[in-house]
């Protein structure tokens, strides 16, 4: 799951602004920020920043999109061109990110968790949708109620491993293919020679 190229600019945007988000998160509520401290925090303007997002919850989404994205193409990197293997990689990596949003910011944030689940949830119906598209998975179901029911039960389950206490690799992995086990009603992964995908992921869904 190879992502769109993007302008190196826009990256180094991005990243100004993610690490600005993440930082002032650390002591602010999200629902307290505004655009002018995240702004001065990231060392640019809003004009730039309304180039990019159109407001503070756009700036949310994308920061989420974004590590989704990294941790997904970290999951992928040294694996094998497979269904098995994306299908893997994209329970992993919603287990991760979901860790990454339970440490984010204040406990008492109302808006934050809410808004980054959310986020997250429709990214991964959405990387199913396009694994489905480009026949990496499989289903015998309608593609659209199985991408909801996939998403939904590996949202579920990363969830599940943000709860409990194993934390290592080897423990991820292992959860893993449990999950990978429980999903082959839904979808499994194809078992058709890989041929790289048409079109590449994006994360702008």
Not at 126 to 135: D, F, N, R, T
Not at 145 to 167: C, F, K, N, P, V
Not at 171 to 190: M, N, T
Request: net charge positive; aromatic share 4%; glycine share 4%.
């Amino acid at each position: 799951m190879k992502p769109a190229r993007i302008d190196p600019r826009i990256l180094r945007t991005r990243a100004a602004l993610r690490e600005a988000l993440v930082g002032l998160l650390r002591d602010h509520r999200f629902e307290d920020l505004t655009l002018n401290e995240i702004a001065a925090a990231s060392g640019l303007n809003r004009a730039t920043i309304y180039k990019h997002h159109a407001d503070k919850f756009a700036l949310l989404d994308a920061v989420i999109a974004d590590e989704l994205q990294h941790r997904l193409l970290a999951a992928t990197g040294d694996a094998a061109p497979s269904g098995g293997s994306k299908l893997a990689a994209v329970v992993a990596a919603a287990c991760l990110a979901l860790q990454w949003v339970a440490s984010l910011g204040r406990s008492d944030d109302r808006l934050l968790r809410p808004i980054a689940e959310a986020r997250i949830r429709s990214l991964l119906r959405h990387v199913v949708e396009y694994g489905l598209a480009e026949k990496l998975v499989t289903t015998t179901l309608r593609p659209e109620l199985a991408a909801a029911m996939a998403s939904a039960a590996i949202y579920g389950a990363a969830d599940a491993w943000t709860r409990g206490a194993a934390t290592s690799q080897r423990a991820l992995d292992a959860y893993v293919a449990k999950v990978l086990a429980a999903l082959d009603g839904v979808i499994a992964p194809s078992t058709q020679p890989f041929v790289r995908p048409q079109r590449p992921l994006t994360f702008d869904a």
